[in-house]
């Protein structure tokens, strides 16, 4: 069965610091992967995707995230982290007509 | 022009009534889904309709009864609502190959009293 673990409830990081929030995935074959992005009382945004190619894939609001398939991670990166980056982060694995998102990251940037 | 809609945003009705919450996308999309975000914002799969053909039935109640009149929209209809039912749900769509992403829509928070 598919599915993706998130490992950190909450990542708290000031900000201009790097931030890194982290993604494991496990599937059978190739896996696509998703990072979204869900602000206070709003749906989730998509931010990026691995389908294939590159294994650092850039996304949006300066946003990108490394394939790496030797530990199955696909953990998201910013090198220099704002205030309104603070919310809460879903990485999801793509199925057949369905995604499994992970249980969710509450990002805090310190100003 | 709203991608992904919902009506309404926000449903507060009594255990047993019966409920529908509306989704309507304009992106063009084949493809349409249920999720429900519970109070720890756990986010999960309920129904997933590919051309107004249910494809996916994560082993929701029978209470709760999409509907997809055409590819464009896709319905929630629960019937005898319970405390657990309260919850955000969320309508999103996007193209059938599970290489493509999502599109949300704002959510409907429904409370159940």
């Known amino acids: 069965a598919q599915s993706v673990a998130q490992p950190e409830d909450q990542v708290n990081v000031a900000e201009g610091n790097p931030l890194t929030v982290k993604c494991t995935y496990s599937?059978?074959?190739?896996?696509?992967l998703f990072w979204y992005v869900q602000y206070p009382n709003r749906g989730l945004q998509f931010l990026l995707k691995y389908i294939t190619g590159d294994n650092l894939v850039k996304g949006s609001y300066g946003f990108e995230a490394e394939f790496n398939k030797s530990q199955t991670s696909f953990h998201l990166k910013k090198p220099s982290a704002l205030v309104s980056d603070s919310a809460l982060y879903f990485c999801a694995v793509a199925g057949t007509y369905k995604y499994i998102f992970g249980t969710g990251t509450r990002l805090k940037v310190l100003a | 022009d709203t991608a992904v809609s919902q009506t309404p945003k926000y449903l507060v009705t009594q255990m047993g009534n019966d409920k529908s919450i509306k989704c309507e996308q304009n992106?063009?999309?084949?493809?349409m889904y249920w999720y429900k975000q519970d109070s720890k914002k756990f986010l999960k799969i309920m129904f997933s309709y590919n051309n107004k053909e249910l494809i996916i039935n994560e082993t929701v109640p029978n209470r709760f009864s999409p509907k997809s009149p055409d590819k464009a929209h896709l319905n929630l209809h629960i019937n005898s609502l319970e405390l657990g039912d309260s919850a955000v749900y969320f309508c999103?769509?996007?193209?059938?190959?599970?290489?493509?992403?999502?599109?949300f829509g704002p959510g409907t928070r429904l409370t159940v009293t």
């Open positions: 999103a769509s996007s193209f059938g190959q599970n290489s493509y992403e999502q599109y």
């Open positions: 992106l063009g999309h084949d493809t």
């Open positions: 599937v059978s074959g190739n896996p696509y």
